[in-house]
């Protein structure tokens, strides 16, 4: 748990060995409820190499002074395919509003 959204991370170690490595960070929303999307690599347990880039989306919730993950959702190349193709289409019909004037989504590179 982070008490801060720039320390919150998918890098996880097991015995002092990162499992899984955050590549990027991007930070959709802020608040009390915060969006970021990751991408991210694991270690395959069999061939100590680590596998392809992967992307998860995540919410997390600040309660108490900490942020919690609440959901996640991760990204196949396929739903990621298919979810850029739905926004861009949207996006190009418009039928989504202008964004927020105080959007500060902000990128992380690990």
């Given amino acids: 748990m982070a008490e801060n959204i720039v320390d919150i991370s998918v890098e996880t170690e097991n015995e002092g060995e990162i499992v899984v490595e955050q590549l990027e960070k991007v930070v959709l929303t802020k608040g009390v409820w915060s969006t970021i999307i990751f991408r991210y690599r694991e270690r395959n347990?069999?061939?100590?190499?680590?596998?392809?880039?992967k992307a998860t989306l995540r919410r997390y919730q600040k309660s108490k002074g900490v942020y919690r993950?609440?959901?996640?959702?991760?990204?196949?190349?396929?739903?990621?395919?298919?979810?850029?193709?739905?926004?861009?289409?949207?996006?190009?019909?418009?039928?989504?509003?202008?964004?927020?004037?105080?959007?500060?989504?902000?990128?992380?590179?690990?």
């Fill in 69 to 110: 993950k609440r959901d996640a959702v991760n990204l196949t190349l396929d739903s990621a395919t298919l979810l850029i193709s739905v926004l861009q289409d949207w996006i190009d019909q418009g039928l989504l509003g202008p964004g927020n004037k105080n959007d500060e989504s902000e990128k992380w590179e690990e």
């Fill in 45 to 53: 347990r069999k061939t100590n190499e680590f596998g392809p880039p």
